[in-house]
């Protein structure tokens, strides 16, 4: 069983294993969201946009300074990391439309999310690393923060990377930008406010996308591809 087709090409390529024996098994989302509430609420001209994770520089959190700063005229969050972390991490921060605050328990996560205009995995193109910050991740992973951004209904923007692709389609149910530059992002900001029953749709279809993604899905399937193994 793989997560993505990055590891089972690793695998078949490193490890010599039969590409018959490889299922490819995404993650998926734990969050139980009955009915889309992804609306891009634009009060005084201003949205919220948030990005959960971890503060590892690769997954694009000092990106985020950098656009905060540049894009004065909306709200930023950032959660992640231990109240240590943030406090050592707001040393770097000039904007004051920028906020960051602790991890958030997956508990209450669905709360904190539904509070958002727009998410955001800026990752680094050519590294991503762990939580840990070893090794470089962005051909393995499947990003657990992606099913729960779909799955909360709101507008998912991400850097256009291969493991991210395997699940998405830009413009279609999720915006993904080529690379992080401030001006490509700030760009597309600007024009989810000005165009927002259009980006509306691209959340929605996401939303629904997520429903082939929930962990009773995932289960059923591993367990379905353990029955034919058996049988076979």
């Known amino acids: ?11 078949i390529a490193d490890l010599g294993t039969s590409k018959k024996k490889i299922q490819v098994l995404p993650s998926a989302s734990g969050l139980n969201i009955k009915n889309w509430r992804g609306n891009i609420n634009v009060k005084k001209n201003k949205i919220n946009i948030g990005y959960f994770g971890s503060l590892e520089k690769t997954k694009g959190v000092n990106f985020l300074i950098k656009l905060s700063k540049k894009d004065k005229s909306n709200n930023y969050f950032i959660f992640g990391g231990t109240k240590e972390n943030v406090k050592i991490f707001r040393k770097k921060i000039i904007s004051n439309n920028l906020l960051v605050k602790s991890h958030v328990p997956y508990k209450d996560l669905k709360n904190y999310l539904l509070k958002m205009d727009v998410l955001v995995m800026p990752y680094d193109k050519k590294v991503v690393r762990s939580a840990g910050g070893i090794g470089n991740i962005s051909k393995y992973m499947s990003p657990l923060k992606l099913f729960d951004y779909l799955a909360s209904g709101k507008l998912v923007i991400a850097t256009k990377i291969n493991s991210i692709e395997e699940i998405v ?46 962990y009773n899905l995932r289960a059923k399937k591993f367990l379905d591809l353990k029955w034919k193994q058996k049988r076979n």
């Open 1 to 11: 069983m793989a997560i993505s087709n990055g590891v089972k090409k690793y695998l």
């Open 169 to 214: 389609q830009n413009k279609k149910n999720c915006i993904l930008i080529n690379k992080l530059d401030v001006f490509d992002w700030y760009n597309e900001i600007k024009l989810i406010i000005k165009h927002k029953k259009r980006y509306e749709q691209i959340a929605k279809n996401g939303f629904e996308l997520s429903k082939k993604y929930t």
